[in-house]
Every structure is written in structure tokens, then in C-alpha cells.
């Protein structure tokens, strides 16, 4: 698995960007605005597929990047997983379903 640890000073957060090595497929966490590019050129060096983006909650502190993120590599969109999850009882085995 490919981990990546990402921070954005000004808004102080994190950003997680994770990968199946053997088939490059990704998922983006919690992405900012203002580090889309950031992210983006990290995706295409590492050349992954981005397959989601996601944010885990609300962000009052930053603009989040999923629109434009799921727009540049047609990823899927999913916003408050934990939540949506358990309204529809999913287990929570996202990433084995997409990977």
C-alpha cells in the first residue's frame, strides 16, 4: 500500500492520499483547495489512478478540493462516508469494493 501524508500550513490540515501498489488505483482525503495542484502533480508522478475523493467531515476551516479533484481525474465524489454508510447500514469496506 502507498501512503501519503499531506499538510496544509495555513488551514493546518491534513490530507491523506492512499494507493494499491499492484493496481495504482487511489483515494484522496480530506483534500484543500489552495493545495490542488499540490495534490494533482503528486497523483500524476506517482501514477495513480484516482479512483475517490473524499472528505471525512464538514470543513468550516478550508474550501475542499473534491470538485475539482473528481472533475481532473473522474474520480467518484463522496462526502461524510461514515455517515452515509450508516444510514444505508454498507459495511464499511469501501476501498475493497473500488480497489
Not at 27 to 43: A, W
Request: hydrophobic share 45%; glycine share 2%; proline share 2%.
Amino acid at each position: 500500500m502507498l501512503f501519503r501524508q499531506l499538510f496544509d500550513q495555513e488551514s493546518s490540515t491534513y490530507t491523506y492520499l492512499l494507493a494499491d501498489e499492484a493496481t495504482r488505483k487511489a483515494i484522496i482525503i480530506d483534500p484543500v483547495f489552495e493545495q490542488i495542484d499540490r495534490d494533482s502533480t503528486l497523483i500524476r508522478e506517482l501514477e495513480l489512478e484516482l479512483v475517490w475523493a473524499l472528505d471525512t467531515h464538514v470543513h468550516a476551516d478550508h474550501i475542499t478540493a473534491l470538485g475539482l479533484l473528481g472533475q481532473r481525474f473522474k474520480a467518484r465524489i463522496l462526502t461524510q462516508p461514515l455517515v452515509i454508510l450508516r444510514q444505508h447500514a454498507v459495511h464499511l469496506r469501501l476501498l475493497e469494493h473500488h480497489f
